[in-house]
């Protein structure tokens, strides 16, 4: 009885242990691929499937990887105002979205001492358009009772100089917000190759 009891958890323990598989080598095999481990974390799904090794688990492990450091940065700016943590600000951004492979607007929200109040995805766009409607970004501004916004976008070229568009677009929100009660920080434009910063650039 002992004997066959000791042989059913031992049964039992080895076919609890999943195959071990060369991580190693689908890390290196991933990177290779996508260029950086940070476009291996926001490459599609159906580009991932396509290297083998990389099924489903692998997918929802390296989502969760992504996820849990947006998380964790985003966690630390807002424990303090957004103009003081500002290269903190930058990182967060550009690991939110600079390596998306469509344009996303986004904005952060800010109370009078520059806290941040929230931080949305307004729109999202194709490789190269994301519309964005001056009026619901200032009526969202108002709602959350922000008196100061960051606008955010990415060039999926990953060039982040701020085009045409970009510039008209901003100047449109700024006139619309600013006789309201709300100042637009900056704009900024992140892109695999960096960031760009309207205010840096003097273009607000």
Do not use: C
């Not at 080598?25 to 476009?39: D, N, P, Q, Y």
């Not at 989502?63 to 303090?80: E, G, H, N, P, Y």
């Not at 990953?158 to 619309?176: E, F, H, L, Y």
């Amino acid at each position: 009885m002992a004997t066959a009891a000791t042989n059913i958890r031992g049964a039992k323990d080895h076919s609890s242990k999943a195959p071990r598989r060369d991580t190693k080598t689908l890390a290196k095999t991933l990177i290779a691929r996508f260029g950086s481990f940070a476009e291996v974390v926001t490459a599609p799904e159906p580009l991932l499937k396509e290297i083998e090794g990389a099924g489903d688990a692998v997918v929802t492990e390296l989502k969760l990887v992504r996820a849990a450091a947006l998380r964790l940065t985003r966690s630390d700016i807002m424990q303090r105002p957004a103009l003081s943590s500002w290269a903190q600000v930058l990182d967060y951004l550009r690991a939110a979205q600079g390596f998306e492979h469509h344009e996303q607007f986004r904005i952060l929200f800010l109370d009078k001492k520059n806290h941040l109040i929230a931080d949305e995805v307004q729109q999202q766009g194709t490789i190269d358009h994301t519309p964005v409607y001056v009026r619901e970004v200032v009526k969202r501004a108002l709602e959350l009772s922000a008196t100061a916004i960051v606008l955010v976008n990415n060039h999926p070229s990953g060039d982040p100089n701020p085009s045409r568009a970009d510039i008209n677009m901003t100047k449109q929100i700024v006139a619309a917000a600013t006789p309201l009660g709300v100042a637009v920080h900056d704009h900024i434009i992140v892109g695999r190759d960096g960031h760009a910063s309207f205010r840096a650039l003097k273009l607000i």
